[in-house]
């Protein structure tokens, strides 16, 4: 339970890799902390800290440390820090079996989903193998700076928060069945935290009921994924008290050979007026844009980002033709309402002041526009993008550009934090709730040694154990306690190997 909290790059290679995109905002300024390593000088550092961790075994300095090494490189440090809290917060114990059931049923369904992921990230990387780059060498690991897309600043202070959480959700648990800790821990590589443990007396993990041990399991996946909720609720407090600087849409990407490339349109241009006529936010460019035609020539007014001010002269496209050449159908183009001779400016990523918060926020963003029940349908996938950013961005969770458009709105919370205490927040809960996010999926992965892997086992044994229940009661079959032990440890086992094969060949298949 915590001896393998090793955070793999699953989701950045699975969603990376079925969508075969390249990251297009180029090196983003504001990545704290980011850091460019050479593969081999991570295998010289590596090596250096092994030397070191031997030294310090011989010389029993890891021993008067309550530590030790573990696969190598890896330093298991003790502590007994946090027990006392432990024991406090865990007093309401029927509040936190309560707790534990909801968890389990919540990590069960988002266990068997990630599982189904892994199975079509499999199935569509043996089908239609990546023909983009494969990764760097540092992009293979998770860790906060080796990793150019996880900045060290941010990324350490969430990981070290989340593995916290974790493993005080494990803790929380146990203690409210009964089950004691030992202590609580962290596994190291090098300054770098690589995950956290909660050690429990196994002998009462092993012989506490098939329920509680789930339970148990669960809390920790379970918690993180509960605090990244609870971070996106604050992030979308927090775009309540920003506002944007500007009233005028603003674009961040131009199309090659359409209009605007050919006009000199840049990105981040801001449009100000078309023909003389001011433009006011996303909505009333798009109903301008409904006046005129393809082919039609008009001056559009934009404001650089070096605050420079130009009319360009561009003839417009034609939306319904561009559309066609990328593939969509006709009967596509007529449900989202794109008719031949539509105006098409030949820009993407077109937005108000506020798109930069508004896009972390999502469906929790103040000018999101839609009900309740669209709230729900949609915040699943929102957390899908959430985990997409930084590798779009490189690194960042807004542009530099979007930051320098929000101001803090008239309030409490604007008045007292300013908008560099807004944003500071904003980066983050972010981070926060995107380590959150990662961690708590990546432990539902049903491989040993993960949480998952434990839930698993333990759920098909309680499935054999019902089959057993319902064969002596109806007397058709008398199944052995031993066959249920037998069958559920070969199904953990032949589930681990066959996700750790197909995990191994999304990740390096982009190699071969």
Partial sequence: ??????????????????QGEEASAGTMDGAWGSVQADWRVVLLLILAWYV???????????????????FGV????????????????????KFWRIYGEISLWVCLFSMFLVAATMLLAFVTALLTPPTANPPSASEMVAIPGLNPMIPLGWGAMAFIIALVIHEFGHGLLARAHGMRIRSFGLLQLGPLPLGAFAEPQYQELHKAPRKERMRMFAAGPATNLFAAFVCLMLLGGLAGNLTSTTEHPHVSGIIKDAGADQAGMQPWDTIVSINGDEVVGLRGFQDMMKTFSANQSITVNVLHEDGTQEDLTLVL?????????LGWTEENLELFGISPGDAFVGVEGLGDGTSGIDRIAGPFSPRFEGGILTKTIYTPFHVLNLMIIPFELQGVSMYPVEESMLAPADGFIGNTLGIS?????????????????????????????????H??????????????????????????PMWVDHISNKASSFSSLMLFVMLMFVLFIPYI
């Fill in 421 to 453: 205490g807004i944003l500071f927040f904003v980066n983050f809960l972010f981070w926060l709730m995107w380590v959150n996010i990662l961690l708590g999926f990546t432990n539902l992965i049903p491989m040993v040694p993960f949480d998952g892997g």
């Fill in 317 to 325: 496209s034609d939306k319904h033709q561009y559309y066609l050449d």
């Fill in 455 to 480: 839930l698993f086992k333990d759920w098909v044994k309680g499935s054999l154990d019902r089959v057993k229940r319902i064969g002596r009661k109806t007397k058709m079959w008398n199944i052995h």
């Fill in 52 to 70: 070191l961790l031997r030294s310090w075994e011989r010389k029993g300095t890891l021993d008067r440390w309550n530590a030790t090494r573990v």
């Fill in 1 to 18: 339970m915590g001896s393998c909290r090793s955070i793999i790059n699953f989701v950045h290679q699975t969603l990376v890799k079925i």
């Fill in 74 to 93: 890896i330093l298991m440090v003790r502590s007994q820090y946090g027990l006392g809290a432990l024991e406090k917060a865990s007093k309401p114990r």
